[in-house]
Nanobody
């Protein structure tokens, strides 16, 4: 199983980025997906998640209303659209797939995810 994250970069505050995570070796359509982020010296936190069906999504409070998670099962890809970026959004962003196919629950904890991408750096400057 491979998760390939891309789309990070350097952006001015107020700008936008779209992260992509291409998944292979996994029946993508059967699994929920999550985006985490980790800043230096901090824990890895869930930013957004989507269930396998796409019917349920979750956003952490700091990004709610600014970020949007989506999935394209035909392309085996999950996206994170990030708008109105702030310096505090600076982190390495990771995509991940949780345990449990066809689950309608949102998985919140890193240890509930078994497959991880390599991370993509997002840096927001003022």
């Amino acid at each position: 199983v491979q998760l390939q994250a891309s789309g990070g970069g350097l952006v001015q505050a107020g700008g936008s980025l779209r992260l992509s995570c291409a998944v292979s070796g996994l029946t993508f359509s059967r699994f929920g997906m999550g985006w985490f982020r980790q800043a230096p010296g901090k824990e890895r936190d869930l930013v957004a998640a989507v269930t396998w069906s796409g019917r349920s999504t979750y956003y952490a409070d700091p990004v709610n209303g600014r970020f949007a998670i989506s999935r394209d099962n035909a392309k085996n890809t999950v996206y994170l659209q990030m708008n109105s970026l702030k310096p505090e959004d600076t982190a390495v962003y990771y995509c991940a797939a949780p345990v449990g196919a066809f689950s309608n629950r949102i998985y919140y904890l890193p240890n509930e995810y078994i497959y991880w991408g390599q991370g993509t750096q997002v840096t927001v400057f003022q």
